[in-house]
Antibody, heavy 122, light 107 residues
Framework: EVQLVESGGGLVKPGGSLRLSCAASGLTISNAWMSWVRQAPGKGLEWVGRIKSKADGGTTEYAAPVKGRFTFSKDDSQNTLYLQMNGLQTEDTAVYYC?????????????WGQGTLVTVSS | EIVLTQSPATLSLSPGDRATLSCWASQSVTIYLAWYQQKPGQAPRLLIYDSSNRATGIPARFSGSGSGTDFTLTISSLEPEDFAVYYCQQRSNWPPTFGQGTRLEMK
């Protein structure tokens, strides 16, 4: 069974940084397409970015609002995906979910973590 | 980016009713459309992918149809646990985008 567990959220001041983690079990993250999606309080869902599987090139893509500020990285030995968030703004306040297609290529979230809350406030 | 518009914003029905939710895309997404269910305080749950394929463990009362720009999620007979917010999402073009959601509430 695929399980994803996010951690690392918290309160940070505008302009600050935070690193979120997504620990995976039941799949090997290097073989899967992995994504981060966020949801501002009381709002809808917004894709943050994705990283393709190693077989599909391992490339990353980011949504326009976070491009240049957010970066994905992976620790294959820990089977963990990271989201490094720099230059945080109040509008980045949201629950951040990681998801994966598992054995499926492409950017549909077949499996999701429980989310971690990031609050950007002075 | 592709804009997805969901209708209606809110749907008030009773258990046992049939629910029909719509999602329109601003340009063709071929069949690369999914539907998710989200309950308060929970992560989204994939129901349907590639327009009409039920995800693992999803009951047969949920079905999806459509292609191009017009899509429909149908719940044939509502159970009490089906009352939630439903989102459509496309993966045809980057970035993937979601609709604004349809709230299915109990009448």
């Amino acid at each position: 069974e695929v399980q994803l567990v996010e951690s690392g959220g918290g309160l940070v001041k505008p302009g600050g940084s935070l690193r979120l983690s997504c620990a995976a079990s039941g799949l090997t993250i290097s073989n899967a397409w992995m994504s981060w999606v966020r949801q501002a309080p009381g709002k809808g869902l917004e894709w943050v970015g994705r990283i393709k599987s190693k077989a599909d090139g391992g490339t990353t893509e980011y949504a326009a609002p976070v491009k240049g500020r957010f970066t994905f990285s992976k620790d294959d030995s820990q089977n963990t995906l990271y989201l490094q968030m720099n230059g945080l703004q109040t509008e980045d306040t949201a629950v951040y979910y990681c998801n994966t297609g598992g054995d499926f290529r492409g950017t549909f979230g077949h499996y999701w973590g429980q989310g971690t809350l990031v609050t950007v406030s002075s | 980016e592709i804009v997805l518009t969901q209708s209606p914003a809110t749907l008030s029905l009773s258990p046992g009713d049939r629910a029909t939710l719509s999602c329109w895309a601003s340009q063709s997404v071929t069949i690369y459309l999914a539907w998710y269910q989200q309950k308060p305080g929970q992560a989204p749950r994939l129901l349907i992918y590639d327009s009409s394929n039920r995800a693992t463990g999803i009951p047969a009362r949920f079905s999806g149809s459509g292609s191009g720009t017009d899509f429909t999620l149908t719940i044939s007979s509502l159970e009490p646990e089906d009352f939630a917010v439903y989102y459509c999402q496309q993966r045809s073009n980057w970035p993937p985008t979601f609709g604004q959601g349809t709230r299915l509430e109990m009448k």
